[in-house]
């Protein structure tokens, strides 16, 4: 299992749909799992793993959602990853310090995907990439030390993230 985690419109569902719509192989089915999937949407992929979808986090979302994901995340005996969205328009906000802190508390192998990278110059992405990358170097230690940033409206990235998925979830092939 990996789970996609991030702010509210930080670009979960495209990623996820830039990701796995491609493969025909590929069933993409929400979760009948009564009550949770107004919370959390969890999609069957294939038959190798399946993506949690975490809701947004942040103001929009409601009060027991650090608890409820805490412990989503604390029992998932085999989650393989946690991919942490961060919107590289805008850069890591504090809502977005609540997750990293949450996967460093948790020692939990996560990784740093930045969204949207097609919305901003190329300048501004490489401030943005610079400034996130040494964050991850200096103030954390579960985290993958590669940042991957990728648009799901131009694919760029999805491919190398494609396979970083693969092969962590032991699908390379
Ligand atoms: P979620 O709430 O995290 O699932 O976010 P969505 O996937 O619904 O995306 C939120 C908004 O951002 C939508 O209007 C998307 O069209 C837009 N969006 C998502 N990914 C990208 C991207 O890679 N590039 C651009 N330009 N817009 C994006």
């Given at each position: 299992?990996?789970?996609?985690?991030?702010?509210?419109n930080?670009?979960?569902?495209?990623?996820?749909?830039?990701?796995?719509?491609?493969?025909?192989?590929?069933e993409?089915?929400?979760?009948?799992?009564?009550?949770?999937?107004?919370?959390?949407n969890?999609?069957?992929?294939?038959?190798?793993?399946?993506?949690?979808?975490?809701?947004?986090?942040?103001?929009?979302?409601?009060?027991?959602?650090?608890?409820m994901?805490?412990?989503?995340?604390?029992?998932?005996?085999n989650?393989k990853?946690?991919?942490?969205?961060?919107?590289?328009v805008?850069g890591?906000?504090?809502?977005?310090t609540?997750?990293?802190?949450?996967?460093?508390?948790?020692?939990?192998p996560?990784?740093?995907?930045?969204?949207?990278?097609?919305?901003?110059?190329?300048?501004?992405?490489?401030?943005?990439?610079?400034?996130?990358?040494?964050f991850?170097n200096?103030k954390?230690?579960?985290?993958?030390?590669?940042?991957?940033?990728?648009?799901?409206?131009?694919?760029?990235?999805?491919?190398?993230?494609?396979?970083?998925?693969?092969?962590?979830?032991?699908?390379?092939?």
């Open positions: 299992i990996v789970c996609f985690i991030g702010r509210s930080v670009g979960k569902s495209s990623l996820i749909k830039a990701l796995f719509s491609l493969a025909p192989e590929v993409v089915r929400v979760s009948k799992k009564p009550g949770h999937t107004k919370k959390m969890f999609f069957k992929v294939g038959k190798h793993f399946t993506v949690v979808d975490m809701p947004g986090y942040g103001y929009r979302a409601p009060e027991d959602f650090v608890d994901v805490e412990t989503y995340l604390k029992e998932r005996r989650l990853r946690t991919f942490l969205l961060v919107d590289s805008v890591i906000q504090k809502t977005d609540i997750a990293i802190e949450m996967c460093e508390e948790f020692a939990l996560y990784v740093i995907v930045l969204t949207k990278i097609d919305k901003s110059s190329k300048g501004h992405l490489l401030k943005q990439v610079l400034q996130i990358q040494k991850v200096t954390t230690q579960g985290c993958f030390p590669q940042l991957f940033p990728v648009s799901a409206v131009t694919f760029s990235g999805i491919h190398l993230l494609r396979c970083f998925i693969a092969s962590v979830t032991g699908n390379l092939d």
